[in-house]
């Protein structure tokens, strides 16, 4: 009995966190999901279309919990991994690291007005007006 209510926690414990952060681009974006391999490589700086779509991140501060999971969950890296090897990459010139927005609001406004960008927010019930939503699979 013991193992399954672990079992349980645990499995909900990932759902919560899966679900604390959305992936959003805006509604005239040709995209409507993307793999988790290519998101990685999004703001990774690894890759910068996907499906015929050109995407460019932005993000909030670490210190949102959203970015947090998405860093951990989406990205499987630790914040000080992703910012070390962003830092990196700055410094040696290779690429530019993810554009920073100050608040879920301001990522919203942002990517309604820069259709070829992709950014993270809290998870809501549904996305906001003017942005959409990616299905990541």
């Not at 993000?59 to 990205?75: D, H, R, S, V």
């Not at 990196?88 to 960008?117: C, V």
Request: charged share 20%.
């Amino acid at each position: 009995m013991k193992f399954i209510l672990i079992a349980l926690t645990v499995l909900f414990s990932q759902f919560a966190l899966a679900s604390e952060y959305m992936v959003i681009v805006s509604e005239s974006a040709g995209i409507n999901e993307i793999n988790k391999n290519d998101l990685k490589q999004v703001y990774l700086g690894q890759k910068s279309n996907v499906g015929g779509v050109s995407l460019t991140p932005s993000i909030l501060p670490t210190a949102f919990k959203a970015t947090q999971n998405f860093i951990k969950e989406g990205m499987g890296m630790s914040r000080a991994e992703f910012e070390k090897y962003w830092m990196e990459k700055e410094m040696s010139g290779q690429a530019t690291p993810p554009k920073r927005q100050t608040t879920p609001n301001d990522m919203i406004n942002f990517i309604k007005s820069n259709p070829s960008f992709i950014g993270v927010i809290p998870s809501a019930d549904k996305a906001p007006a003017g942005v959409k939503a990616l299905k990541v699979l």
